[in-house]
């Protein structure tokens, strides 16, 4: 996390949504909205083992539930925090410590947690009067709007990101694999400074690159490939995410058309992307291009998405986007076109939503404009 | 995934049973179970963006659901099923699939499907005159009991972690950071042929040997630090998971006999561990070397847990294990002890229950018993 004072501001915005909401308290599962609110940085092994939740009470101190495996770093890594400690589960822990703190009304995330662990709560409930009630993006609307403190942050994880990008580039040669590639990115990465990727490199080349997941493998990188990165990092808690792609060595015509093409895609979203206007809209006036050139069917996914302490977070540039956008959102703007057997080509860049229209925080330029 | 055959045949199984309950359908989510059924290798960026579910009807093909960034993928790592790409989330395809090939009552994974994606499956099941029902751990318990094929795969996970190991083993010095040597690990694993580590890997020098979840940081090795490396890689789909500490330099008196018991412990366990008994009586077996010798406190999670294409699955070896073990069942054996501000010792190594006992099958020694 950024500042520990980043942290406490935060809880105390969220004590006071509770309290308009008449919740007694909220329990935190979803694995971001818990380090952003706590700072604590320990990692899930997926939702199945979680590294703990946070339970915060309309008044009164907030708690890190975990178990004693993190105990040390939990301590470390908050302020302000009650640290308690699960040995039998987090519902046996719970059963005792609401009715300690007064909890009669329980807010939980519905969007992150199982059926199951609903199942066990609504039993454990029902012996202590206990009303649960699903919420469905109460912190993530909290995040959709990015402070200046935060907004500097995905900054500086984006000139990271793009030093590596530069400097991995740099070093690319026919004859290298895509892990090799994807490799030399995730050690620069560390090297550099970044806490690790925020998502799996992805680094594809030639008909791969019709992928838009593709995973590094062995392929070996001919003079003449299309060479497709996608890479983002994580510095102080904060994302970033950027697409190039290029030729190892001269493209050609056809990739030079179809590059443009995606280029021009990319540059009418962001023409788009402004207060006031849905994401379906800014998604629309990309993919328009696509339609009209008759590349509809080629660019498979939504146009971009938000970017903060997750890679992937509200507001969606997407066809069923409804959300409107507003300054200080900030969003990835990635056309991509995929053709099987030929291989892809995605552009990706962030842009911060700013009161008159948007500001792309890239500086990196390499083999954007062919 | 091992064999092309390994799928198919547990289809075949997981059919039989679904008509013995009863279900006309099981929709798979947890991302495990999807890969052993269909070889899919496809990875979540979290329960909140799956790369797919399986829908098993239980007559007739296997559908894999999915949406459009991943259809050659899938259409590439399967066989025999039908690959049905959703364009509007998965609630509308289901709507329209469930009723064209008669499914009426519906199978989920309680412990893998959200409150939020049951809330709105239940919306959309009342209009198809759907049944819902929740099962717990159906391919989990599948997956308990390992064929040939599936240890012959664990042990070459193993036989290749421990290569990784001991090549990192001989370059580590004083002046490294844990960092280092983490990358030095994964970078190895890849080299070596895995697909990648199966969680992220453990290395903690000096006192943040005391966190048994320690993340690497830029901690620098000094001669006489403690050393724990946790590490394992996934091959062919299946995982390996070992744990060696060691001392830079010389170890002093206290180290050795702290070693020296975490060992005893470790060796307490195999012991206890054949058919019949359960993963509490064989975490109790380890864990009263520890509490004889004082030290109880200091073993603070539990002694091992199954491996296979998940790190961490059933069986449990813990204090709460009621689970009856059996042959072809594999376990970590991973007795550990943690002193605040000293540093941590674990010792984990493989297991297979046999007939007769069990088998140990890391073949790698490196300052196991000193």
């Not at 329980?106 to 992150?112: G, I, K, N, T, V």
Request: proline share 5%.
């Amino acid at each position: 996390m950024g500042a520990k004072s980043l942290p406490s501001t935060r809880i105390a915005r969220l004590q006071a949504k509770l309290k308009r909401k008449k919740f007694d308290a909220v329990l935190i599962s979803q694995p971001d909205n818990r380090r952003y609110l706590s700072g604590y940085t320990a990692k899930d092994h997926g939702i199945q083992e979680p590294a703990g939740f946070l339970l915060i009470p309309a008044n009164g101190k907030p708690y890190l539930l975990t178990d004693s495996r993190f105990t040390l770093q939990a301590e470390q890594e908050t302020s302000g925090f009650e640290i308690a400690i699960y040995t039998k589960g987090l519902i046996k822990l719970l059963k005792k410590l609401l009715p300690q703190i007064g909890v009669q009304r329980l807010a939980f995330e519905s969007h992150y947690t199982l059926h199951s662990t609903h199942s066990n709560m609504l039993n454990m409930g029902r012996k202590i009067s206990l009303e649960l009630v699903p919420t469905k993006d109460m912190l993530e609307k909290m995040r959709l709007i990015k402070t200046e403190e935060e907004l500097a942050l995905i900054r500086e994880s984006t000139r990271i990101n793009e030093q590596v990008f530069q400097s991995v580039y740099l070093s690319i040669e026919p004859g290298m694999t895509e892990q090799e590639v994807a490799l030399a990115i995730d050690l620069t990465m560390k090297e550099m400074g970044a806490e690790g990727p925020s998502f799996e490199t992805i680094v594809a080349f030639g008909p791969n690159a019709a992928k838009p997941h593709a995973v590094p493998g062995d392929t070996i990188l001919q003079s003449g490939d299309i060479v497709l990165i996608d890479m983002g990092l994580i510095y102080k808690g904060y994302c970033s995410d950027m697409t190039r792609t290029f030729v190892a060595g001269k493209p050609d015509n056809q990739y030079l058309e179809r590059h443009r093409l995606v280029r021009k895609a990319q540059l009418a979203g962001i023409a788009a992307l402004k207060p006031g206007v849905t994401g379906q809209e800014v998604d629309q006036a990309a993919r328009k291009i696509f339609d009209d050139a008759g590349y509809g069917k080629a660019f498979q996914h939504s146009l971009g998405h938000g970017v903060g302490v997750a890679v992937h977070e509200e507001p969606r540039l997407s066809p069923l986007s409804q959300r409107t956008l507003k300054p200080g959102m900030v969003v990835t703007i990635e056309p991509g076109m995929y053709i099987p057997e030929w291989g892809g080509i995605r552009l990706e860049n962030i842009a911060i939503v700013t009161p008159d229209g948007c500001e792309v925080i890239n500086k990196d330029t390499t083999c954007l404009d062919l």
